[in-house]
């Protein structure tokens, strides 16, 4: 399990299954649930639904879970999928090597056989280790050595001068 905190909470899902299981000892001993919120810095009820989690299913009632939508990918499509996408949209025969949201839901369909929206398909790039990007727009005409050569004697000179 990772321990990335997700960007509204305070604490990652595996901080927070250690602060569970802190509360076990003091189960067991009986402790008045608001004395055991107070001791851990936690609000009554919530200890009082540990304690039910924890009477009904023992430590593993109070475990993390898996949580979000099982992914419609399996493994192997994953890694089909990621494979594919680093190849470039012009393998596929897109115009333009770049990818957008609409190409890839159109080729995960084509690729695995899964249908996902284009508002959707982001959720898996990212799993996939992706981002969004943006290409940087140069003029065709663009002098890299020119650009190099005014930036190291022209600019130096306009600036001591301003």
């Known amino acids: 399990m ?15 299954e250690e602060r569970r299981l802190k509360a076990v000892p003091y ?4 402790w008045p ?9 936690i609000s009554g ?13 023992g430590i593993a009632g109070l475990k993390a879970g898996v949580y979000g939508r099982v992914s419609r990918l399996s493994k192997k499509d994953e890694k089909l999928v990621r494979e594919h996408i680093l190849k470039g949209a012009q393998t596929f025969g897109f115009s333009g090597d770049f990818w957008t949201l609409k ?12 249908d ?14 992706f981002s969004c990007q943006k290409p940087v727009r140069r003029a065709k ?14 600019w130096p000179v306009i600036k001591k001068g301003a």
């Open 2 to 16: 990772t321990n990335h905190h997700h960007p509204n909470r305070a604490l990652s899902q595996k901080e927070m």
């Open 27 to 30: 189960f067991k001993k009986e």
């Open 33 to 41: 649930e608001r004395k055991i919120g107070t001791k851990l810095g």
């Open 45 to 57: 009820p919530t200890v009082h639904e540990w304690k039910v989690a924890w009477k009904k299913k």
């Open 103 to 114: 190409r890839l839901a159109i080729s995960v369909k084509r690729w695995v056989k899964v």
């Open 116 to 129: 996902y929206k284009d508002r959707s398909i982001w959720h898996v790039l990212k799993r996939l280790g």
């Open 141 to 154: 005409e663009r002098d890299e050595k020119a650009i190099t050569t005014w930036l190291s004697t022209t």
